[in-house]
């Protein structure tokens, strides 16, 4: 009977064991996930930044050639009045 008693309580221990093991598990996937759409959020703004920036920087380079080829104009409007 004693060996019946102590495999039951060793059974226990284990399931014991298992359950702690599957609720650690768990939170730990839970987490995981959390991290991961956090990260998804960060990836998506961090584009978004990148696009208006490029887009920001593209617009100041064209903006700056038309001002170059109208001065380049000017310049040679002026050279044929000469």
Not at 2 to 22: G, M
Not at 47 to 66: C, F, G, L, P, Y
Request: charged share 40%; hydrophobic share 30%; net charge positive.
């Amino acid at each position: 009977m004693f060996h019946a008693e102590l495999a039951y309580t060793n059974v226990q221990q284990e399931i014991a064991q298992l359950e702690s093991k599957k609720g650690e598990r768990n939170s730990a996937l839970l987490k995981s996930k959390k991290e991961l759409n956090d990260d998804e959020t960060a990836l998506q703004t961090f584009i978004a930044n990148d696009e208006k920036e490029r887009k920001t920087k593209s617009d100041v380079k064209k903006k700056a050639q038309k001002m170059l080829q109208n001065k380049e104009d000017a310049l040679k409007a002026r050279e044929s009045e000469i």
